[in-house]
Structure formats: C-alpha cells, structure tokens
C-alpha cells in the first residue's frame, strides 16, 4: 500500500468524527436554542407572576418573601412536567391535566404557596401531593430537604423519574396516603399540600415542627388556602390567605 493510500485510510476515519462532531455540535446548539426559548417562556411567566404577587400582598397581607421563589420558578423546566403534547402550553399560567384526573397547579398558586412556606435551604419540607413533582421540583430549589408523598401510584412512579432525571437529588418520595404525612423523616419546618382535604389532618399538624407552616387548601366546593402556623405551647394560629380551586385529596379507603 503506497503512502498516499495509507494517508486517505487515516483521513477517512478522521472525517467521520469531524462531520460527527459537527453533527453532535449542531444537535447541543439546537438544544441550548430550544432551552433558551423555553427560558425567556419562563421569564415572561415569572414577570406575570411577580406583577400577580405584588397584587395580591396588596390585597391580603402577604408578607412571605418572594425573590428566591421568582427565581426557582424561572429555573425549573415546567415543560419536562407535563404530557409531552402539552408541553408548547406549559408556561401558560394555568393549570393543565396529568392524567389520573389531576392536574399541574396553576404556576402563580406554585409561587404563592412557597412563598408561605417561608423555606431555606436549612429547613425541611413535607409536601402532600407529588403530582406531576413540578411543586416539588420548585421546593427542592429552595429548601434542603424535601419528603413528597403522593396516593397515585403511577403518578408518583412518574414523578420520581423525572426528578432523579433533572437532578434533584434533595427531593425524596415515597406512594402513600397523604393524610397520615411521611412520619419517619418528621418534623418538618413546612409542610405543603398540593390537593384539597376537607379539614385540616391531625396528622400533619402534628409532624409540624414548632414555628412551622403548614400551607393547604381547605374545603369541599368553597375552598381556601390556609396558613397554620404551630407555636410553642403545641397550638395552632390559622390564617385564610385566599379562595382556590383544588382538587380533592383523596385518601386509601379505610
């Protein structure tokens, strides 16, 4: 073989991996464009939001700090948590359905409710209602650990992929009935429910810790997102923050 034929066998190869890493090149420039389209998405969310925030303290008392939550909102990738046709809707500021007749929170009621949370990355949250991990993921950015429970089987399988996916490695969860919390990993600085029981459950005003808020909508039809707060001689102070829609949270049949 002369020189010049042992010359183009080694081209070759070196071709294929220069047109390669072309190819591979052009496929992270297009996922970093597609990335980046979805960020400003979330940034004109996040900008509605804050507007939407600012109304409501004006409206209700809302003294939770919201800076850390507007930045958690715009980094978590609300498309990776909904049906994947459903994905272009994602940064819309509304609830949209999961399957298992239950539904992704509206992002603003995200927002709000982690605001009352009142979390740092020191403290420790509870959250009743994995759904589709969304409000989880946003959690996890603002809290050390987070315990998520979720009822529907399926739901909570899918969750917890996609949050060992993306990488939140703070978030743990477990299926289970809600209702009774996750009693192993209590107490908890915050607690978060993410679907409406029709009275507060004993059980999670219990596994609160002293100082702690327990954010849940309460309520059949009429519903409202309450506030309880434990203090030290073991009682609760109840605040109603504003009226929501929810769906139920269901429990296993005893």
Known sequence: MDALSR????FLPFTLMMIM????????????????TYREERQALVEKI????????????LSAPTEAV??????????AF?????????????PLPIGHAQ????????????????????????????????????LGLLAGEVY???IIEPLGLQAAKKLRELGYDNVHTR?????????????????????APDHIPNALVEQLKTGGRLVIPVGDFDQELVVVEKLADGTTRKREVIPVRFVPLTRHAE
Do not use: C, F
């Open 175 to 195: 299926i289970g009935d809600g209702h009774a919390g996750w009693p192993e990993h209590a107490p908890y600085d915050a607690i978060v429910v993410t679907a």
């Open 7 to 10: 010359a183009g066998l080694y």
């Open 148 to 150: 998520s429970v979720e």
């Open 50 to 61: 804050k507007v939407q925030l600012a109304e409501l303290r004006a409206q209700s008392e």
């Open 103 to 138: 539904t992704i929170s509206q992002p603003l009621i995200v927002a709000l409710m982690s605001a009352l949370a009142e979390v740092d990355k020191t403290e420790k949250v509870l959250e009743v209602g994995t759904g589709s991990g969304y409000q989880a993921a946003v």
């Open 70 to 79: 507007l930045e958690a909102i715009a980094e978590v990738p609300r498309h």
């Open 21 to 36: 890493a072309l190819a591979m090149g052009t496929t992270v420039v297009a996922m970093a464009q597609e990335n980046d």
């Open 82 to 94: 909904v049906p994947a046709q459903l994905a272009k809707k994602a940064y819309r500021n509304r």
